[in-house]
């Protein structure tokens, strides 16, 4: 994470929000429900192990999810959580060899899930945050969620998420309210269904998407730079030779439910799906 405008405490918090699946129990193919229509190798109800899943923790076909289209599979991001579940609130325990946890420790880990999502749209909000108030704002709700997601699993789960998560769409609504009202462009409005729209021969720097379908939408070559996407639903999207450099609220599972190839700018802190190549 090597975004220059962040002060040095959020670059390495953005860090953390990065997957490292060799230091997870393999959460994600345990906890989570999924279903085969949705991309992933079969339905599996919450808390079975996927039928991938390795003693090791690793998948067993993880080389081959572009090949069997498991589109699900390749685009989920944890920000962090799985690792942050098994290295620091269990001390490296696993469900596996402790059965008895396991339940609880799911339950953790759909928890903290929420809140490292939370923490990664409060870091691009301090970045974007357009006056010291509303950056101080943010700095209390980063130092809060790093509390909060450092405490034993019962203080955890019977921490208010919903309240929590209240207070921070807030400060972001604020946030991207300031930011527009800077704006001096003005933009056709189409509502928040934008499913499969041509934005090829549109002005698209510094629009807002946010909370948008934009699945299927066609931004080849768009000047993305500014644009809101926080919340948008972009699966399929074409970022094909698009400048996203410098977008707002972009997230890793966004982009790697995305189409785009080796020409599309990406922000720094974003990895390039290995299908971009």
């Not at 729209?197 to 379908?213: A, I, P, Q, V």
């Not at 970022?239 to 922000?267: C, H, R, V, Y």
């Amino acid at each position: 994470m090597k975004n220059k405008n962040l002060s040095c405490s959020y670059k390495e918090l953005l860090d953390t929000l990065s997957i490292k699946c060799e230091e997870c129990c393999g959460l994600c193919c345990t906890a989570l429900y999924y279903a085969k229509t949705d991309g992933f190798p079969e339905d599996k109800a919450a808390g079975n192990p996927c039928m991938n899943l390795q003693d090791d923790f690793k998948c067993g076909i993880h080389e081959k999810l572009t090949k069997y289209n498991l589109k699900g599979c390749r685009s989920y991001d944890c920000f962090g959580a799985g690792q942050k579940v098994t290295q620091t609130i269990y001390k490296g325990m696993n469900w596996r060899n402790n059965p008895q946890i396991a339940n609880q420790m799911y339950q953790v880990y759909l928890t903290v899930y929420q809140y490292q999502q939370m923490l990664w749209y409060l870091i691009q909000a301090a970045e974007a945050a357009p006056d010291n108030r509303q950056k101080d704002s943010i700095d209390l709700l980063v130092k809060e969620n790093i509390m909060i997601t450092r405490m034993e699993p019962e203080r955890i789960l019977a921490s208010d998420v919903e309240k929590y998560r209240g207070r921070v769409n807030s400060v972001l609504k604020e946030v991207c309210k300031a930011v527009y009202k800077t704006q001096k462009k003005s933009f056709p409005e189409y509502g928040t269904d934008c499913m499969g729209k041509n934005f090829r021969n549109e002005e698209t720097r510094g629009r807002d998407f946010s909370m948008t379908l934009l699945i299927a939408a066609n931004f080849e070559g768009c000047d993305l730079k500014q644009t809101n996407f926080l919340g948008a639903d972009m699966r399929d999207v074409n970022l094909k030779n698009a400048d996203l450099s410098e977008s707002l609220f972009l997230t890793q599972m966004q982009i790697n439910t995305a189409l785009g190839n080796k020409l599309t700018k990406l922000p720094e802190y974003i990895s390039r799906p290995e299908t971009w190549q």
